[in-house]
């Protein structure tokens, strides 16, 4: 039936769940791993990670939620991340984000912030302060959201992206936007330090056997 086909597709689980499944690229692996973030309604957004510490990551989108579902025991999830488990099997996975840490790395080693520049690196900020978010173990790096480079990015992007974008929709216009008031070296050297914590702490395993 055509209604089922509509049902059963792959985003319309993760909707229904708040769950997702993102890329992660960076020169430090020798290939773009994929990760799962879900939403908790009582403690917020987090990563899938393995509860004595760890990124849960595969480098094969094809079998990320085999793989997750095969190791669920020793990961921390939710019941709503469980039932997305159940609902995606068979389903061709997608995925909803992507983060690429060369791209924003360079950019603020040019000084040079586009608007393409600012969302991916607020983005990556977001997806840090999940990470922190999602073991007591990973919950003292919070403190990079208070940095005050970072703080100063964050509210410069707020108040002259974010926000008039989604007021403004199409009529939004970014060569309106003032440059970002930062040193851009220390901004730099704390991305980096955020990225090390967070890519030291992805763990790939040896796929399981199905």
């Known amino acids: 039936m ?30 773009p791993y994929y990760l799962v973030w879900y939403t908790d309604n009582s403690t917020g957004d987090r990563l899938l990670m393995y509860r004595n510490a760890g990124i849960f990551v595969t480098g094969d989108l094809a079998t990320i939620t085999a793989e997750a579902e095969a190791r669920l025991s020793s990961l921390q999830h939710t019941d ?7 609902q995606v099997q068979g389903l061709e996975p997608s995925v909803s984000n992507v983060y690429d840490m060369d791209y ?34 990973t919950d003292h790096l919070q403190v990079f959201r208070e940095h005050p480079v970072i703080e100063t990015f964050i509210a410069h992007y707020y108040q002259y992206i974010f926000w008039p974008r989604l007021q403004q929709g199409e009529k ?10 930062v040193d851009h070296r220390a901004l730099l050297d704390v991305f980096q330090e955020m990225r090390g914590y967070f890519e030291a702490d992805i763990r790939v395993m040896s796929p399981t056997t199905h």
Request: aromatic share 12%.
């Open 172 to 181: 939004f216009r970014d060569a309106e936007r003032p440059e970002l008031a």
């Open 104 to 137: 924003i790395c360079n950019a603020l080693r040019r000084k040079k912030l586009s608007l393409k520049v600012m969302d991916a690196l607020s983005n990556f900020i977001d997806l840090f302060g999940d990470y922190a978010n999602s073991l007591t173990t």
């Open 2 to 31: 055509p209604e089922q086909s509509v049902i059963k597709r792959f985003e319309t689980s993760c909707i229904a769940c708040d769950t997702w499944i993102i890329a992660y690229r960076s020169s430090a692996f020798p290939q």
């Open 80 to 86: 709503k991340t469980a039932r997305w488990l159940k």
